[in-house]
């Protein structure tokens, strides 16, 4: 996201959930599918992966109920378990786009969005065997696979606070072992603001005070040294860091 280039639905519905924005909530309201999904057409892709945070900034009512009807309808594709990538087969989440594998980032928003706006739905427990297949094996998580080729793949501070986020209260062994590789992993990767602010927003929304205050006080350097004008999402989940009320209670 940048100015002067279209609005897209991730950063907008980021920006809702940060600052109550009615304006940028009404286009949201205007650019939902009619199948309730926020998506972006990439050639033959449909990046459909902004469904979850559209559905939370929408809040309560009809266009939220589709959002959320579309994210139980639009599984990631089953894969098999093989001997370079071996994976539970039973365990499927969200994809970024339409017909591909399973993703821990956009498993993660469906799930957070799903326990927020409808707490009983039964895809909420895949969700969770999915991250939970997934874990890197000294806990967090990478971006999609937990082995590949014989080789443990490590875990990365935005992808981990995305699954810490989206877990919130239901699995607190996956969550405590994920919160403590957290707190290793962000010091290391405090440069970039997306990994800084979506840290901070796990620790809140978790109690971890002593770290949340530490990563914003680390934040706050960072937007006072760049504004974060050259990234919108970051700065949108800034904005949503740093936000007055915990993010726990957003939807």
Known sequence: MRRGQPSEAEPTALAVLALDDARARTWLAEHQREDGSFSIDVGPYVNDSATGLGALA?????ERERALDYLESSRALRVESTAAIPIDESAIG???????ASWVEPTARALWALRVGRPSSATIKDAVDLLRDRESVDGGWNYGNRVVLGEDLPPFAQTTAAALIGLLGLDPDLESRGLDTLSRLWR???????????????????????????????LD???????????????????????PRSPETIG
């Open 94 to 100: 969200w994809a970024w786009a339409r017909g591909t």
């Open 188 to 218: 290391v990767e405090s440069a970039g603001g997306l990994s800084l602010a979506t840290a901070l927003v796990a620790f809140r929304v978790h109690g971890r005070a002593n770290e949340a205050r530490a990563a914003r006080t680390a």
């Open 58 to 62: 929408l809040g309560p009512g009809a």
């Open 221 to 243: 350097r960072l937007v006072d040294g760049t504004r974060l004008l050259d990234d919108g999402v970051a700065l949108c989940w800034a904005a949503l860091a740093m936000r």
